[in-house]
C-alpha cells in the first residue's frame, strides 16, 4: 500500500505543466497549502499555485491493528497541458489497486500516451 502512496505522489510531482504566457514558470505562487498529518494513518492534504497546477488527497486507515490493515486513497490532481486546456485525474488508491478517472476541459483530448501510463 505504501508503493501505491508513493506512486501518487510521485505522479503529482511529474505532472509539472509546461511554460504558458500569462505566467512566469520562475515565479510560480502557492495559493493554498494544507497538511493534516500526524503520522498515525489518516491524512489530509491539499495545495494550489498560480500556474494552474493543484493537488488534493485524503487517506484513511483501515482495519487498524489487524493483519489486514491497509492505507486507502482518494485525491486528484491537475496541470494545464502543453495545448492550453486543463487536465484532472481523480483517483482512489486502495487494495483494488490504483483507479484513476481522467477529465479534459474544452479543446483537448487525453493523450493516449497519458492514458496508458495512468492505467499501466
Known amino acids: 500500500m505504501k508503493l501505491i502512496v508513493v506512486l501518487c505522489l510521485v505522479a503529482v510531482a ?11 514558470q ?7 497549502y494544507e497538511n493534516d498529518n500526524l503520522g498515525l494513518g489518516n491524512y ?12 488534493e488527497q485524503q ?5 487498524e491493528g489487524r493483519e489486514d490493515e491497509s492505507i486507502a ?3 486528484s ?11 484532472r485525474v481523480t483517483y482512489i488508491a486502495d487494495d483494488n489497486g490504483y483507479q484513476p ?7 483537448g483530448g487525453v493523450p493516449p500516451a497519458v492514458v496508458a501510463s495512468l492505467l499501466g
Do not use: C
Open 77 to 87: 490532481y491537475t496541470w494545464v497541458g502543453p495545448d492550453g486546456v486543463l487536465y
Open 59 to 63: 487517506a484513511e486507515l483501515r482495519n
Open 26 to 32: 520562475d515565479n510560480v505562487q502557492i495559493t493554498k
Open 101 to 107: 478517472e481522467i477529465e479534459q476541459g474544452p479543446g
Open 14 to 24: 511529474v505532472a509539472a505543466p509546461p511554460p504558458r504566457i500569462n505566467y512566469s
Open 44 to 55: 489530509r492534504f491539499a495545495f494550489e499555485q498560480t500556474d494552474g497546477q493543484a493537488a
Open 73 to 75: 486513497v482518494k485525491g
